[in-house]
């Protein structure tokens, strides 16, 4: 068996050429393509979410979400002075009593669910953009303690109330991003 290297030389710079053209279009097809998250509030979406104003909270669990969705919408900036959009929020809580103990008819475990209800309104022709209800539930473990049994509600409700407020903000980002 014979080796022409002759023949060698001329195909090599053809596959050269080759690999070459190969990789130049991987990387522009790749350079094409945008991945971006589905709930990407870079650039417009984050101006717009800015612009929001919320209405007045009446209850503490309903002050929380509010404040956790101005903190999200602003970036940390506080609420709109010139709001483009309004949102009227209403929020509430429910504690139910889980795992209960027969003998004593107490609960050893509960779950908390924060309820918000929210419509974004445009200021500028008052059409309703988007309205809906979301709702996010923590565990709690209950103690023999009637203090620390209250307190465990509380730091309950004050989590389900920023995991609400963060969906509520993702469906806000959604209907600004149409």
């Keep these: 068996m014979s080796f022409d290297r002759k023949t060698s030389r001329h195909a090599h710079p ?11 279009g991987a990387i522009l097809l790749l350079a094409s393509c945008q991945v971006r998250p589905l709930y990407d509030t870079a650039g417009l979406t984050q101006s717009q979410l800015g612009k929001i104003a919320f209405s007045e909270a009446t209850g ?6 509010r404040n956790q969705l101005i903190f999200m919408t602003s970036g940390g900036a506080g609420e709109a002075e010139q709001a483009d959009y309004n949102v009227t929020l209403s929020a509430s809580s429910s504690v139910a009593n889980v795992l209960l103990i027969d003998s004593s008819d107490t609960a050893r475990a509960g779950q908390v669910t924060v309820r918000a209800t929210y419509q974004l309104v445009r200021n500028s022709d ?5 309205s809906g209800t979301r ?6 473990d209950f103690s023999i ?7 465990a509600i509380r730091d309950a409700e004050n989590r389900a109330a920023r995991e609400a407020a963060e969906l509520v903000r993702a469906d806000l980002a959604v209907a600004l991003s149409h």
Excluded: D, G, H
């Excluded at 503490?60 to 979400?65: A, F, G, S, T, W």
């Excluded at 303690?145 to 307190?151: A, C, D």
């Design 14 to 24: 053809m596959a050269r050429a080759f690999t070459f053209v190969a990789t130049l």
């Design 135 to 140: 709702s996010s539930t923590a565990l709690v």
């Design 145 to 151: 303690q009637e203090f620390s049994k209250i307190r």
């Design 126 to 130: 008052q059409q309703v953009l988007k």
């Design 60 to 65: 503490r669990v309903e002050q929380l979400v």
